[in-house]
């Protein structure tokens, strides 16, 4: 005669049906994590730059830095997206040579609310954020994010003592060029965000871009002033 189904074979067949249930609801979940999400602006930093490209960016003069033209700025370029600066430069010589010794240094003075009058006072704009990429032997070495310490140093100073180590970046560097990706402060407004691009080797030479730059208006303006009591050199060679 014919057995009762055992009660464990009723309860495997409940729990094949309510597993399989919560696959199905699981799936578009399980689908958005594994997505890969598009980087910021459609710009990955893998030093290839190829994302840069047709992209609106600014010239600086070849050889108005003559004695090294490591640190002989050529073009730049920044866009904002997704909450993010993206930084892009090149140099007529190659990228971190550092062949006076010491280390090369490329930094992006950024200037969050457009106001000049607060942060660290350079050529014109009041940077709350100093992003520096250094490195030797034509390869980047490190990069810090400076941050203006404004409860310590006050509303505005030219001090480079009133940087703080703080905030992230992200970059890769080939022959001449260098991307960046650097996350930014409360103070940050898209519309009113200006940058200022310098380089500096260990004894001194360095080129400040010609124009201070913005993602938004495109603006343009020229100052000639020097910059070279803002900031030495990187951090040292081994």
């Known amino acids: 005669p014919p057995q009762p189904e055992s009660p464990r074979s009723w309860m495997r067949s409940v729990t094949g049906i309510a597993a399989a249930s919560l696959l199905l609801l699981l799936m578009p979940i399980?689908?958005?994590?594994l997505s890969t999400a598009p980087p910021p602006g459609g710009i990955v930093i893998?030093?290839?730059f190829r994302d840069?490209?047709?992209m609106h960016g600014?010239?600086?003069p070849?050889?108005?830095q003559g004695a090294n033209p490591d640190v002989d700025l050529l073009s730049y370029k920044v866009h904002v997206a997704d909450g993010v600066l993206l930084l892009y430069a090149n140099v007529s010589g190659l990228l971190f040579s550092a062949r006076g010794g010491g280390g090369d240094s490329l930094y992006a003075f950024v200037d969050e609310d457009g106001d000049a009058a607060t942060g660290f006072q350079v050529r014109g704009i009041g940077a709350e954020r100093a992003v520096e990429f250094y490195g030797w032997d034509r390869a980047l070495a490190g990069t810090a994010v400076w941050v203006y310490e404004a409860s310590r140093a006050g509303t505005a100073s030219d001090d480079w003592r009133s940087f703080d180590l703080g905030g992230t970046?992200?970059?890769e560097a080939g022959v001449s060029q260098l991307e960046a990706r650097a996350d930014v402060g409360p103070r940050f407004a898209e519309d009113r965000v200006r940058v200022l691009f310098a380089t500096m080797d260990a004894?001194?030479?360095g080129d400040a871009a010609d124009g201070v730059v913005g993602p938004a208006t495109r603006a343009h303006s020229v100052r000639q002033e020097s910059i070279a009591g803002a900031r030495v050199s990187g951090p040292p060679a081994p």
Do not use: P, V, Y
Not at 30 to 33: E, W
């Open 52 to 54: 840069w490209e047709g």
């Open 46 to 48: 893998d030093g290839k």
């Open 62 to 64: 070849r050889g108005d």
């Open 30 to 33: 399980l689908a958005t994590l």
């Open 58 to 60: 600014f010239t600086d």
């Open 203 to 205: 004894s001194g030479n």
């Open 169 to 171: 970046a992200t970059a």
